[in-house]
């Protein structure tokens, strides 16, 4: 359970406070997780009253939290909301924050503690980093006479954290100089996934996987993230941004340093920022970023039964716009470990379904004695760890048929955490939520490590605005441009089909 405190939503209106954030504040509280010293400010343009507030708040709650809504739980949690209207520059605003904030720590206990999360546009982080800092809200700036504490002042950023390296480093500088390095909370959401974190257990729980999981029995590894939905209503964010910056930057990079970073000597913060931080430094940008790269954009057609817009269709997007939707590019890691294994990763909108997994693929058996009737290949293992949907893992291996002849072919053994665990397992923004309110960093990447994921990324950001001709167009349904699978095969390989 936390401990008392002030969470203050800057964006409190937008998609992600709306479906995400509010309603795992209140999934928190439903758990127990959250102190009666609890309070909750929304900070935005509308213009609500505190009451306006809780009502939509509530409607936010009752369509997409986790868990059950209850009434008592709800009426105890809202007693603590509070609204201020305004926008990012306004002084009034801000000196209003602070009285609420105050009014907050005078009727409920907060005592003092604030956390504000930033679920705004990037270029607005400064503006609202510098009028906490003018308006005194930001710095601890005095000590509890009885316990000698100070109260805390974090900051939770949302990504994308900039635009390019030179971006990120001077958004650093802008929160850094208001808040302390150690207050500084980025989110990335995919590490609040709970398979995600089970990648840990299960390369470091398990004897079985860490001997192979290097160069000599490893062949390739694929990190896939595909969405069947598109980009309608999301413009204002992602046109210009694309699919590499939107989630290879982070997600896709964070998920290939978990599985390819060295044991670290143990699991807090420190130890496991600077595993995956070595890891990430040691990914070779390819010279040849043409051959290493494929980016599409999805055309307009039928899938699953529906008419759907193009990307230049979708309504107010610029119809000439090289945005990609989708892209792919293969990574090698110069290491011991890893040496000459391609890390191939993928993320686009409106492919074939919603699915995020890693295959870690290894090499054939050597002198396969046994035949397949159907011609089909057989006897390249992978372990495939499910991030979404259907979350678990599923081994790849050869099987005999049964039958008289020894004939061989790949089955699968499957663990699914539906089947094997009886509780269901918290939305990332619970667990990230948590982790900020309780001063926990693990979760939550350096700044050292997203400095690294775009030395990896800039250069084919780079070569891909040098391009001059659209991102290729794709189906919808489909699984990508027919470059993404150029990628693949010539280097004798194939994409699998999650
Ligand atoms: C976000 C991206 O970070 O992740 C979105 O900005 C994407 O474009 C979303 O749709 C997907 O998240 P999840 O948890 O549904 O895989």
């Given at each position: 359970i936390s401990g008392p405190g002030t969470l203050i939503f800057f964006g409190v209106t937008g998609d992600l406070a709306r479906k995400k954030l509010l309603p795992a504040v209140y999934d928190l509280a439903n758990r127990g997780?959250?102190?009666?010293?609890f309070g909750v400010i929304g900070f935005g343009?509308?213009?609500?009253?505190h009451e306006e507030f809780v009502a939509q708040a509530r409607v936010w709650v009752e369509e997409r939290a986790r868990t059950a809504f209850n009434e008592d739980v709800w009426n105890q949690l809202a007693g603590g909301f509070r609204f201020v209207s305004g926008g990012f520059e306004d002084d009034d605003a801000f000196e209003r924050l602070g009285e609420v904030l105050q009014e907050l720590d005078d009727?409920?206990?907060?005592?003092?503690n604030r956390t504000f999360y930033l679920?705004?546009?990037?270029?607005a982080f400064e503006a609202v980093c510098g009028k906490l800092n003018e308006h005194g809200l930001?710095?601890?700036?005095?000590?509890?006479?009885?316990?000698?504490l100070q109260p805390y002042r974090r900051v939770v950023i949302e990504k994308p954290?900039?635009?390019n390296l030179d971006s990120a480093r001077e958004l650093n500088e802008v929160v850094e100089t208001v808040f302390r390095p150690d207050d500084v909370f980025r989110i990335d959401?995919?590490?609040?996934?709970e398979t995600v974190q089970n990648l840990l257990a299960l390369r470091f729980a398990n004897r079985l996987f860490e001997p192979l999981w290097n160069a000599g029995h490893v062949d390739h590894v694929q990190i896939t993230m595909a969405e069947d939905i598109g980009i309608g209503g999301r413009a204002g964010y992602y046109d210009g941004v694309g699919a590499a910056r939107d989630v290879i930057q982070n997600h896709l990079l964070q998920l290939l340093a978990l599985t390819a970073m060295e044991e670290p000597i143990s699991f807090n913060a420190a130890q496991l920022h600077s595993e995956k931080e070595k890891v990430l430094s040691a990914v070779k940008v390819p010279t040849d970023l043409g051959s290493a790269s494929a980016r599409g954009q999805y055309a307009g057609g039928w899938q699953g039964g529906e008419q759907v817009n193009g990307y230049l269709e979708e309504?107010?997007?610029?119809?000439?716009?090289?945005?990609?939707?989708f892209a792919a590019i293969r990574l090698e890691i110069a290491t011991r470990r890893w040496d000459g294994v391609p890390f191939y990763l993928r993320a686009g909108k409106r492919l074939g379904r919603r699915v995020t997994e890693i295959a870690v693929v290894f090499k054939k058996a050597p002198n396969l004695l046994f035949h397949d009737n159907t011609g089909a290949d057989f006897g390249q293992n992978a372990v495939v760890i499910r991030?979404?949907?259907?979350?678990g893992a599923t081994l790849r291996i050869a099987s005999k048929v049964p039958g008289t002849q020894m004939e061989v072919r790949d089955v699968t053994m499957d663990f699914s955490y539906g089947t094997s665990f009886t509780e269901s397992s918290p939305e990332a923004y619970e667990r990230l939520i948590l982790d900020v309110l309780l001063g926990e960093p693990p979760l939550f990447p350096r700044h050292a490590e997203v400095e690294q994921s775009w030395r990896i990324l800039d250069p084919f950001e780079e070569f891909w605005a040098e391009l001059?001709?659209?991102?290729e167009p794709y189906a919808p349904g489909?699984?990508?441009?027919d470059s993404a699978h150029e990628l693949l095969a010539k280097d004798g390989r194939t994409w699998r089909r999650p």
């Open positions: 997780l959250l102190p009666a010293s343009r509308r213009d609500w009253s009727t409920r206990g907060t005592g003092g679920s705004i546009p990037p270029k930001a710095k601890q700036s005095w000590q509890d006479p009885e316990t000698g954290f900039g635009h959401h995919y590490l609040g996934k309504e107010g997007f610029d119809p000439h716009s090289t945005t990609e939707t991030v979404q949907p259907d979350e001059t001709q659209q991102p489909s699984w990508g441009p």
